[in-house]
């Protein structure tokens, strides 16, 4: 006897279906209008708003900009993760428990007050440049991201393995990057591409870093929404869209068969 789906459960189902799609729908609809303002639904459909956001210089000066900040970010961000994660787990008994909480403090304080603290700390009292700002905040908001999944595949990791290498010579160095690394790849991947996702999305931390000649491309979406109100916003975030579902595409086409595989 086969269970039956209460009408109400399917109801709730299709509601929040629709409360998840919907501002996309409309997000799409109002790119692909006609008119000179944002609208929806459509009053007709043109490419036009896609191929201004290419005439726009500050879109594509902004947008080299946050895919480098990202890329810089997120490599920085597991440059200090990894370790981090794997001390966390190779020395859980050595180490403190709270230590585990310090790395995810970036996601647990509201970002406007850590954008804050970053630009009085580090910009104002410590006079480095808008650039190096940027990436030092960045690299801090994706860290804890680089820690958590990395410490996830980690925690299934024999670390036996590596203690066997050591005993027959290997150097722990080495050890590390030709045994334990490996064995995470799929994890530090997967790390990589959440933080990049993170980064490149940023608002309230770039908000209060940014400054003259360097902003990233969602700060300029804002800037761009004070002066005009034309559907060249909603296909700017069109194609962020599709930009993060690609990745995602990625993600599940690659590492998803990777994970059912282990």
């Known amino acids: 006897m086969t269970d039956r789906i209460h009408p ?22 109002a790119s692909l209008s006609d008119t000179n303002f944002l ?32 890329f810089a970010g997120t490599l920085l961000s597991l440059v200090l993760g990894i370790p981090a994660a794997y001390a966390l787990n190779r020395f859980r008994v050595e180490l403190p428990a ?30 480095f440049p808008v650039g190096l700002t940027l990436l030092i905040g960045h690299a801090l908001l994706v860290l804890p991201y ?27 160095l080495k050890t590390f990057f030709t045994i334990v690394l490996p064995n995470i790849r799929a994890g530090v991947i997967a790390a990589f591409i959440l933080a990049f ?16 000649g360097i902003s990233t491309l969602p700060i300029q979406i804002l800037a761009y929404m004070e002066q005009f109100f034309d559907p060249t916003m909603a296909a700017v975030s069109v194609l962020l869209m599709l930009l993060t579902v690609g990745v995602m595409a990625i993600v599940e086409a690659t590492l998803g068969l990777t994970f059912l595989t282990k």
């Open 197 to 212: 996702i993170t980064s490149i999305n940023d608002v309230s931390v770039s908000l209060f870093l940014t400054g003259p």
């Open 98 to 127: 709270w230590l585990s909480t310090v790395y995810v403090l970036p996601i647990l304080i509201p970002e406007i007050v850590f954008g804050f603290s970053l630009m009085k700390s580090v910009t104002i009292d410590s006079g």
């Open 39 to 70: 609208t929806f639904p459509p009053r007709g459909l043109t490419l036009h708003w896609f191929t201004n956001i290419f005439a726009v210089t500050a879109f594509k000066t902004t947008a080299i900009t946050s895919f480098e900040l990202a």
């Open 8 to 29: 109400l459960l399917g109801i709730f189902a299709a509601l929040v279906f629709v409360f998840l799609v919907g501002p996309l729908i409309i997000i799409i609809g």
């Open 146 to 172: 680089s820690v958590r999944v990395v410490s996830a595949s980690l925690a299934a990791f024999d670390f036996s393995i590596e203690e066997a290498a050591i005993s027959l010579g290997s150097p722990p």
